[in-house]
């Protein structure tokens, strides 16, 4: 988590770019490549984006949230910041699995909230308050092998074959925040997304490389 208001060098607010925009990217790039394996192999392909119940603190509207904080016209506000990422991060997957269904890609994707577990993410907060709050939640947070295991339950599990567009959590599906479970949402996410990472569905598909704005000629901008 970021703590204080900060931009990638693409300008998008860092907790954003971060936890959310940089998978978006990835998985884009990845997508065709995935789906063609998938295909060759017969194995059935899987993407596991891991959110956090915290997604469910944010309401509002997410675009509108996210320029706002982008250009500082609003206090930062880290938490709620946080809780737009994780909130990203299960609108895609629900536009996501939508998009490769009807792709007709043997792929499927799902999001996980993994628990409350220590790590060193959060070495900027180590001091006293923060071992204090840690101590005081200690029967409820995980291990991070206990942490873990959703996650690896969503990516191997043969139960799970077929199985898409879903948010699991302690091993078992779950259901997220009403704003997570709007189409609509989840589209215009996807459609600002690729604005912000200037990648385009039909090139991906294509086998043709999405470049990012930076990378293009000034000319094509």
């Known amino acids: 988590m970021v703590y204080e208001h900060a931009v990638s060098e693409d300008g998008v607010e860092m907790t954003f770019a971060t936890n959310y925009l940089g998978h978006f990217l990835l998985t884009k790039l990845l997508l065709n490549k995935m789906a063609e394996t998938a295909r060759e192999t017969g194995i059935q392909g899987r993407i596991v984006n891991v959110s956090s119940h915290v997604h469910s603190w944010f309401s509002g509207d997410c675009l509108s949230y996210l320029d706002r904080i982008t250009r500082k016209q609003i206090p930062y506000d880290a938490t709620r910041a946080y809780a737009l990422s994780k909130l990203a991060n299960i609108l895609h997957t629900k536009e996501l699995a939508e998009r490769l269904k009807q792709m007709g890609a043997n792929v499927t994707a799902n999001c996980v909230h993994p628990g409350v577990v220590r790590t060193r993410l959060n070495r900027d907060r180590e001091g006293f308050v923060t071992d204090l709050a840690f101590f005081l939640v200690t029967k409820l947070v995980k291990t991070m092998p206990q942490a873990a295991a959703t ?32 189409p609509h949402e989840a589209a215009q996410l996807w459609r600002a997304s690729e604005s912000m990472t200037a990648t385009d569905l039909d090139r991906t598909a294509s086998g043709v490389e999405p470049q990012l704005a930076s990378d293009r000629p000034e000319d094509e901008k």
């Open 151 to 182: 996650t690896c339950y969503v990516a191997t599990h043969p139960r799970l074959v077929g199985v898409s567009g879903r948010y699991f959590a302690d091993c078992n599906e779950a259901l997220p925040s009403p704003l997570a479970s709007r």
